[in-house]
């Protein structure tokens, strides 16, 4: 699971995805209405590795993404400028 935080956390992203994926791309809302988009500047990247006990990935459940579901995890995170 991925988050991706701009503006102080103003505009949050998260994204969930196969334990295979080394990368992601956002949608841009900006296309859609300027005040969407993330907001220029520093981004807060917060990756988190689960491990999820019959985790079934087309089946998910907002309980799979709470840290109380998880067998086991680790936890990173990384700062950008956008």
Avoid: C, H
Avoid at 4 to 25: C, D, H, N, R
Wanted: proline share 6%; hydrophobic share 45%; net charge negative.
């Amino acid at each position: 699971m991925y988050e991706v935080e701009s503006g102080g956390g103003l505009s949050a992203w998260k994204v969930i995805a196969p334990g295979s994926a080394e990368s992601f791309s956002l949608p841009d809302l900006k296309a859609l209405d300027p005040e969407l988009a993330l907001s220029p500047g520093p981004l807060t990247i917060t990756v988190n590795a689960a491990r999820i006990d019959n985790f079934v990935y087309g089946a998910l459940r907002y309980r799979d993404i709470a840290q109380r579901g998880w067998t086991a995890y680790a936890t990173d995170v990384f700062f950008a400028g956008y």
